[in-house]
């Protein structure tokens, strides 16, 4: 579903979002149907809160600046899944969280 330029606008998005939230967003990168984000947020900041609120306005955004392009290819209405995943990566060095060059944008 996400163009090259869907991804670079839904990054900056993202950007925003996090700076709201006083987070973050070290690496972003993504794929035809999902993302990957490598945040850092502060203990006072709810990871939910932070995902509502990065799905929620890059939703509105995306179906509003793309929208013949995201009519076409939402599952159900939904733009974006309900779920996600988070993983702590504490100690892990950079070579281990990182996506391959070929997948970031």
Not at 16 to 23: G, K, N, R, S, T
Request: net charge positive; glycine share 8%; aromatic share 10%.
């Amino acid at each position: 579903m996400f163009t090259d330029e869907m991804l670079i606008r839904c990054e900056e998005l993202m950007r925003e979002v996090c700076a709201d939230f006083e987070v973050e967003l070290r690496e972003f990168n993504g794929e035809h149907d999902h993302v990957h984000l490598l945040v850092h947020y502060p203990p006072k900041v709810a990871l939910s809160k932070l995902v509502n609120s990065l799905k929620g306005v890059s939703a509105r955004m995306l179906r509003k600046e793309y929208s013949a392009h995201v009519r076409r290819c939402l599952w159900g209405g939904h733009f974006w899944s309900g779920s996600y995943f988070a993983g702590s990566v504490g100690g892990a060095n950079r070579a281990v969280r990182r996506c391959p060059p070929d997948r970031r944008h």
